[in-house]
């Protein structure tokens, strides 16, 4: 839970802050602005592709206090990036410390499903989990506003990186071993490659398009070689990787359209998150404090949320939680769109924070149940992967495409409010086709339902008890 507090806090922790780091570095365009949060999932969406895949190979509890160690370090030199007056030098630290980021999160969900057997106590788990998804969005735009109300949003950096430290030391002693179950490590060295290249290259042209201009030569081609390696590496993986990143029980159709509806769902609620904060601090002129603490909403009602959904998530498909968290991401951005600038922040903004909490904490949950369940046991870090990847990297992507929007708008008028509302649409279209997808996916899972794997821990058991299967029922269990 940890684990996805620090990554949740990290991608948002810039945001109440935005407007002093312009003042803090040189040169600042309003393009470099978007990549103060965009830096950080951009990297970690696209190496929690791999981070899972080296849990399962070498040892989840290695890899996530690798990732921790890491984190802790780029997080420190994050705040020491305000020496050099460089917002590039920013804007790179932030990226590495996403590396860090995608191990830890990947593979302490892996842990989880590897300790946990299919059930209503591993659902539940995985609630709790997705519900430190809002907390720590809370808590990490709480506590930059706090830094950057007093000048000193270095703290806010330096203070995560105490707090990783601490979660090192910690978990050293009191996560348990998980043992790979891949005997005869063999990674797919060419598919890491390609695949993280591809995605790199390609989040990189939709982000710094708006300020090069689509036009410009270098975009051009770095859009192309992106899709070039994201083609070579979906080569690699279906034709000549001996243990491929993606394992072969992921290529069917509904747990596809899982991970799609998943990155839409979560790509609009970051368009949501930059443009609500862009909207109080630069129309609402509220202060970084203040700003924060409306965030508060959000750790309230995601631990609501995550009662409610823990006690749904056996009882309801998780295709209809699907698509009724698609349905909020809908709602809230279609709010954010039309709410007026003089407007209180009890007659809109509260309300689409609430349904917003909803949507995180039914969505993240039910993902990682259809595919954990899916998948077997030595897979559970590369499910957890998965899960993730879509989230934080259509998170950055999302937002380019958005601040495209948002740029050719403000040079056509000139005008900041119709400028955020071109990049909200944006959000609402994305959201939209995730409805769409959410309802195929409700139908499709009807006429071919997602087989979920054995649980091994229970096979283990049924052997070395030597009891006849016909006497386990429930109550015996």
Known sequence: MMAQLISQASPFQTLPMMNLLEKSFNNVSDNDKVWFMASNPLTSGAFILISGKFGDLYGLKLVFNIGICWCSLWSLLVGLSSYT???????????????????????????????????????????????????????????????????????????????????????????????????????????????????????????????????????????????????????????????????????????????????????????????????????????????????????????????????????????????AAMICFVVGLTMLSVTPVNQSYFKMLFPQIILLSFGVDMSFPAALIILSDSLPKKHQGMSSSLVTTMVNYEMSIALGIASSAEVEIKTKTGELLKAYRAALYVGIGLAAIS?????????????????????????????????????????AV
């Open 435 to 475: 409805v769409i997808f959410s309802v195929v996916f409700v139908v499709s899972s009807k006429i071919w339902p997602i087989d979920t794997t054995e649980d091994e821990h229970f096979d283990d058991f049924k052997s070395k008890v030597n009891i006849d299967a016909k006497n386990y029922n429930d109550g």
């Open 85 to 323: 007056h460089s917002v590039i030098f920013f804007c790179i630290c932030r990226a590495m410390q996403g590396i860090g980021l995608a191990l830890i999160l990947s593979n302490a969900i892996g842990i989880a499903g590897n300790l946990y057997p299919n059930g209503q106590r591993k659902a539940i788990v995985f609630c709790l989990i997705a519900a430190f998804a809002p907390i720590g969005a809370a808590l990490g735009t709480l506590f930059g506003g706090l830094t950057a109300q007093f000048g000193v949003w270095q703290w806010s950096f330096y203070s995560t990186a105490i707090l990783l430290f601490l979660m090192a030391v910690i978990s050293h002693f009191v996560i348990p071993y998980v043992e790979p179950l891949h005997k005869s490590p063999n990674m797919d060295w060419w598919g890491a490659i390609t695949g993280v290249c591809g995605l790199i290259l390609l989040s990189f042209a939709w982000n710094q398009a708006p300020e090069a201009g689509w036009s410009s030569p270098y975009i051009i081609v770095i859009l192309i070689l992106g899709l070039i390696s994201l083609a070579v590496f979906f080569y690699i993986e279906k034709w000549i990787a001996s243990s491929p990143l993606l394992p072969n029980e992921i290529m069917n159709f509904n747990l596809l359209m899982v991970l799609s509806i998943t990155a839409l769902g979560w790509g609009s609620f970051s368009v949501w998150t930059y443009y609500y904060w862009s909207f109080i601090l630069n129309l609402k002129h509220f202060n970084p404090l203040i700003s924060g603490t409306t965030y508060v909403t959000f750790l309230v009602f995601g631990v609501i949320a995550c009662l409610v959904v823990s006690l749904l998530i056996k009882r309801v498909q998780p295709s209809y939680l699907l698509l």
